[in-house]
Structure formats: structure tokens, C-alpha cells
């Protein structure tokens, strides 16, 4: 990879970023703007799309299934919880590096990661070829109430799986996978259901078949999103493009809620980074992160309100998609 950019374009992008000014013309702390529409998978008990200025592409989609309860043979935990499953693939056609190997090694490691941010305090190491260290997420940081996707506790549970996938590729595509996710979430709707209690420890469930008899995924609101930041030089970055990548020397990932609380960290590459440097780069995505997740939540609303007022008044809900930045 890094033979795909010249001593010359490096030496221009490393001086442009030490000035605070970027090849786009942007500074450190600009992000792109980001396209994103919800709804978009019929199929799906909720869905959205993101799409980042200059090219990165992808498609989140959520479906809600029922299964059995995972309980853990040591512990017993997980009796009165569902489960969330993510994936992320990405497609050969986004990118020339997720051909072959490439991308299986990139598609683990994602997916790995992005079902580390969104688990209640289960520690995953993620594989990567890029020398990455992990932190844990703290307990609870993942904001789905899994005690409420159990349906029968030690029997069966709702199981939310959470696909994204990969479209186009021009940087910052965890960024993207985590807005996308979070906006699914909230365009996810789970059937309610009946228990009945037929004695002797047996129970049986139905569930409605009314579509507008279903619930919203509780905890949504504190589920985290990600932002990636990029030491280039002695300085750092957001949202960097592909060329930007190349030159990056460390990555970190800084996983935040809506309140300010970080739930997770993963850095990438070789570089290291100093400690006061570390400390600045981990503030600055708290509260860029927290800046995200108000602007993203307005947008929701907005949409959701629109809906309702129309679905009120008998008007057919058509998704055209919305902008936030």
C-alpha cells in the first residue's frame, strides 16, 4: 500500500496538514459531507444508507429473528438476554485492496470490532495485518437493553442481526459503518409478542402480526458511533480520504455515546503515538463523536415525525433520504 502514493504527493500532504489545510481544502477537524436515508431494505426490520462525499458507499441493514438463548456453560449468563450477530463485508468491485485475502483479513477484522462497540463489555481481540491494539469496551456501552430481546428466558430471544455492507470505498469506513448502524437501529421495529404460561415450567409465545403493533429496540439512544482519527505527522485528522490513509503514520478508533462516555478504543498501523498526543486525539473524538450523535438523532426525529404526521393524515410514507452532517 504504500507504494501507491509518491514521495512527492506525501511530502504535499504531510505540509498541507501541518498548515491546516488539506488537498480538499478542508482542515484537520472537517469532515465530508455525509449523505444517509433510512428504510431502504424492504425485507429488513430496519435499514439505512450512508454515503460519504468523494465516494465511500455503505448499506446497513438490521433483521430481527427469533432463536434460542445463548447461556454461558460456566457462568450461566445470557439465560434472559437476546443476542446481536454483526457482519461487514465488503464488496471486491468498492476497492482493488478487499480483493482476494485482503478482504476476508479486513472483513474479520470489522466485523470483530464492531461487535466488540456494540456488546455489553465483552472483550474481543480483532485480527488485523495491520498490528492492532485493543481496548475493551466498558460494561453496558453498547446501549441495547438485551434483557428486553429475551422472549422465553432460557429458551428463545430475539436475535438482531446486523449486516453492513460495502458499496464504494474513498476513507473513513468505520466512521461511516457506525452511522449507518446506529440509523438502522432506529429504523428497526420488533413484532411484539404473547407469552402464555401453560404450567409445569412450559411456555408458549405468538407473535402479532400487526404491523404497526411492534416495538422500537430499547436502548438505541446510547448505542455509540465511531470516530477514526489519523496521525500524520505531528498532527491529526479526521475523516481522511484514501491518499490520506497512505500517509497515515497510527489510527485510532474512539467509540463514544451520546453522553460523552467512551466505549471503546482500537489503534491501527505500525506508528506510535505520545501519550499528550494519545490524550488530545481521545478527547477531541469524545466530543466531535457526541457533536455527530445530536446532529444524526435531529435528522432521525425529523424523519420520524414526518412519517407520523403523514401516516396520520392517510398519506402514503415514501423515503427519500435526508442529509446530516
Not at 446506529?182 to 409445569?200: C, E
Not at 466505549?263 to 457533536?291: A, H, N, R, V, Y
Request: aromatic share 4%; with cysteine; hydrophobic share 35%.
Amino acid at each position: 500500500m504504500p507504494g501507491l502514493i509518491s514521495p512527492a504527493e506525501r511530502d504535499y500532504i504531510l505540509k498541507g496538514i501541518e498548515c491546516n489545510i488539506r488537498v480538499d481544502g478542508r482542515q484537520r477537524q472537517d469532515y465530508r459531507e455525509v449523505t444517509l436515508e433510512t428504510g431502504v431494505v424492504s425485507q429488513a426490520s430496519g435499514s439505512a444508507r450512508v454515503r460519504i462525499a468523494g465516494g465511500t458507499d455503505v448499506l446497513v441493514s438490521v433483521k430481527a429473528e427469533i432463536g434460542p438463548v445463548q447461556v454461558d456453560p460456566e457462568t450461566g449468563d445470557g439465560a434472559d438476554k437476546g443476542q446481536i450477530i454483526c457482519s461487514v463485508e465488503c464488496a471486491p468491485s468498492a476497492s482493488q485492496q478487499y480483493e482476494g485475502r485482503g478482504a476476508d483479513d479486513l472483513n474479520n477484522e470489522l466485523t470483530q470490532m464492531m461487535s466488540r462497540f456494540l456488546s455489553h463489555g465483552t472483550s474481543m481481540v480483532s485480527s488485523s495485518s495491520e498490528a492492532t491494539e485493543s481496548a475493551s469496551s466498558s460494561a453496558g456501552a453498547g446501549g441495547i437493553n438485551l434483557s428486553k430481546l429475551c422472549i422465553i428466558p432460557g429458551q428463545q430471544c430475539w436475535i438482531l442481526f446486523i449486516d453492513a455492507l460495502v458499496m464504494d470505498y474513498a476513507g473513513n469506513l468505520m466512521d461511516a459503518i457506525f452511522i449507518g448502524t446506529r440509523a438502522a437501529i432506529f429504523d428497526t421495529r420488533i413484532p411484539k409478542t404473547k407469552v402464555q404460561d401453560l404450567g409445569d415450567g412450559q411456555f408458549e409465545f405468538e407473535v402479532l402480526d400487526d404491523v404497526e403493533d411492534t416495538d422500537s429496540v430499547e436502548g438505541r439512544e446510547d448505542l455509540p458511533i465511531c470516530v477514526t482519527l489519523n496521525k500524520i505527522g505531528a498532527r491529526h485528522i479526521v475523516d481522511a480520504s484514501p491518499l490520506e490513509e497512505l500517509c497515515t503514520e497510527a489510527k485510532l478508533v474512539v467509540a463514544v455515546n451520546r453522553s460523552g462516555e467512551l466505549c471503546g478504543l482500537q489503534k491501527g498501523q505500525d506508528g506510535g503515538i505520545e501519550p499528550s498526543l494519545l490524550l488530545e486525539m481521545i478527547q477531541f473524538g469524545k466530543t466531535m463523536g457526541q457533536t455527530m450523535i445530536k446532529q444524526l438523532d435531529a435528522r432521525i426525529k425529523e424523519e420520524v415525525d414526518s412519517d407520523l404526521e403523514k401516516r396520520q393524515r392517510g398519506e402514503p410514507v415514501q423515503k427519500l433520504g435526508f442529509y446530516a452532517q
